[in-house]
């Protein structure tokens, strides 16, 4: 038995992946690693493969695609694991769009270096999210957030930050109206128009927006940045304070921290996870973080 599952995504970063394939397969085995490859054919199918990866005694699970891909592995870890115990290895080849779970554990995004990590084989154990029976590494977007995900899927020309930037662009023009959400975190509520809300584990999503530049992955809180609602001329004030993460003392800009929230809207709120769709008119969200909850092979970190 092997002991490494290479589970790749030939559809991630819009077909990159199919293309590296071989570049990946000779890299692994460059770096000296016993593997098994399996390429999915459907959405969710990692979820599945990873489990049965866990089932089959494979020790370390990689996901080797987008946020997506990874988002789906670490899922089918996670159902494959006792609520209490932790769940990996889980390892990144990151060959998607985004890549800002490889980056929130120091994964470099070139073929060869990410390889190289894994071949090192330095694990830590981070937090994860639950969002109702769904886990995710990094964050939660709601709102503007989620519809910039929803507007990107749409442009094909286009990969990695300069997609999301122009997503960003284009949601600013199709995004009217902010929607009353009520935020329950811990024992506070907050009930307001929104622009948006991010509950975020890591710091970066979208390839290079800090929404939650003060997350740390193994701190048992989530970060929330809320932006109420305000008008375009502001939202383009805004997006460079993102790209920095300098927007967190700003007036429209609400930053907390909580274990644990409940999101409510009556009219449906948009909504990813990881920056995959999860709904499109979502009424309630609970979410929570769970503690050292997910071993993952790392670069170049200073944490545990």
């Not at 284009?170 to 509520?189: E, G, N």
């Not at 383009?236 to 809207?265: E, N, Q, S, Y």
Request: hydrophobic share 40%; with cysteine; charged share 20%.
């Amino acid at each position: 038995m092997k002991e490494v599952m290479v589970i790749a995504n030939p559809a991630a970063g819009h077909g990159n992946g199919a293309k590296v394939l071989p570049a990946l397969r000779h890299h692994l085995s460059e770096e000296g690693l016993d593997f098994d490859l399996v390429c999915t054919t459907r959405p969710l199918e990692a979820i599945e493969l990873a489990r049965q990866a866990v089932a089959d005694g494979y020790r370390t699970i990689v996901a080797a695609g987008g946020d997506g891909t990874t988002h789906e592995v670490l899922n089918g870890l996670r159902a494959a694991t006792d609520d209490d115990q932790v769940a990996g290895t889980l390892g990144i080849i990151p060959i998607g769009s985004g890549n800002d779970i490889a980056y929130m554990v120091g994964i470099p995004e070139n073929l060869q270096g990410a390889c190289r990590c894994l071949a090192e084989g330095q694990t830590r154990v981070i937090d994860m999210g639950r969002l109702d029976d769904r886990y995710f590494a990094n964050n939660i977007g709601m709102g503007f957030d989620a519809m910039v995900s929803i507007v990107s899927r749409r442009i094909k020309y286009l990969h990695g930050f300069p997609m999301y930037f122009l997503a960003v662009l284009q949601t600013v023009f199709i995004y009217y109206k902010a929607p009353t959400v009520s935020i329950t975190h811990d024992d506070q509520t907050i009930t307001r128009p929104i622009l948006m809300a991010t509950i975020g584990n890591g710091t970066r999503h979208g390839g290079g927006f800090f929404v939650t530049p003060l997350a740390e992955v193994n701190d048992g809180w989530l970060d929330l940045c809320i932006a109420r609602e305000v008008g375009r001329l502001k939202i383009f004030a805004l997006i460079p304070h993102f790209m920095r993460g300098t927007h967190v003392d700003k007036p429209p800009i609400t930053m907390l921290r909580c274990k644990r929230a409940v999101v409510t809207c009556d009219s449906g709120l948009a909504v990813h996870v990881d920056g995959e769709i999860y709904a499109e008119a979502a009424r309630r969200l609970e979410i929570e973080i769970l503690p050292r909850r997910l071993r993952v092979v790392c670069g170049n970190t200073n944490g545990p």
